[in-house]
């Protein structure tokens, strides 16, 4: 994936799935304050975009992973890319939610998975990891074997990098936070203020914004 990653970086800013905004900073789901926001799912509306995505995945998983025998999507930013990966692979295809259904079935992985196949886990976004890797343990819970995970952005967070070593997860990703800080400066969308700002955020992302 290494020969897409400046140009998937640059993809993610020019349709605003990434916004830099170090003047107004964003408010995650965690309640980390941030000068960045990603959502990967603008992906989906640009055609371009997508197919770039898909194709890479595709591209990687097959000279990496040769021996997969499915993939899994992560519910939900990465369900449509991970379903896409499928197809071109012609590969069966499962998504795993956050939590199990409360009623029904109550499903946490959604389609056929058969214990000891081999999957490829596609995700949208890596931040901490935590919510990632609980997909990766549903599918080790169901006796099958995770060959490892392929994601479209990283924040490169420590916590993310400690983390899948310890759920002995490999992890690749399409793009990254440093490709996208040098193509943001490459291009004109921050400033040198502005990155000053995206770096004292980037050393502890966990307490900036709150003193």
């Known amino acids: 994936m290494k020969e897409n990653i400046k140009q998937i970086a640059e993809h993610l800013l020019q349709i605003n799935a990434i916004k830099l905004n170090p003047a107004k900073p964003y408010t995650w789901a965690s309640g980390w304050k941030s000068p960045i926001y990603c959502d990967n ?5 640009y055609p371009e975009t997508r197919n770039l995505i898909r194709d890479s995945f595709v591209s990687f998983i097959l000279n990496n992973y040769p021996e997969v025998e499915g993939i899994a999507g992560v519910a939900t930013g990465a369900i449509a890319h991970g379903a896409l990966v499928a197809d071109q692979l ?11 259904k409360g009623h029904g079935m109550e499903n946490l992985i959604e389609g ?3 214990e000891g196949q081999k999957y490829v886990v596609v995700e949208d976004l890596i931040s901490t990891g935590g919510s990632s890797l609980k997909a990766v343990e549903a599918l ?6 995770v060959l490892g995970m392929v994601a ?5 967070f420590q916590t993310a990098v400690d983390n899948f070593l310890k759920a002995q997860c490999r992890l690749d990703t ?4 440093e490709t996208l800080i040098e193509t943001a400066i490459n291009k004109g969308y921050v400033s040198d203020k502005e990155l000053d700002t995206l770096k004292e955020w980037r050393k502890t ?3 900036w914004g709150k003193e």
Do not use: H, M, Q, W
């Open 41 to 45: 799912r603008k992906t989906l509306s």
């Open 90 to 100: 012609k590969l069966p295809f499962v998504y795993i939610r956050s939590a199990a």
């Open 112 to 114: 056929d998975c058969l």
């Open 140 to 145: 080790r819970a169901e006796k099958c074997t």
């Open 152 to 156: 479209i952005f990283t924040y490169g």
């Open 174 to 177: 399409l793009s990254n936070y």
């Open 205 to 207: 992302p966990d307490k």
